[in-house]
């Protein structure tokens, strides 16, 4: 029997360091830290989704609901 093994290069998720450098590209947006422990890609698709589950600042907040809309209008026009 013959198992395909998937490249790890060609890979469409997201690993531990990648999820790490994710979170640091965001508080680097921010231009905040902001101490969470995010260690997963759906972790990081809930803090854009519900930024008010993982902190309290409202301007915070709405940076990143700003971000994710950035997010969705770049992969429209580069998926155009």
Not at 11 to 30: A, F, G, P, W, Y
Not at 40 to 62: G, H, M, N, Q, W
Request: aromatic share 6%; charged share 35%.
């Amino acid at each position: 029997m013959k198992y395909d093994i998937p490249n790890p290069d060609q890979r469409d998720i997201l690993d531990d360091s990648s999820v790490k450098q994710t979170l640091d590209i965001i508080e680097n947006l921010l231009e905040q830290k902001l101490n969470l422990n995010i260690t997963t890609e759906s972790e990081v698709v809930e803090l854009l989704d519900y930024p008010e589950r993982f902190i309290k600042d409202k301007k915070a907040i709405e940076e990143i609901r700003n971000l994710k809309e950035l997010i969705i209008e770049m992969s429209d026009i580069y998926y155009a």
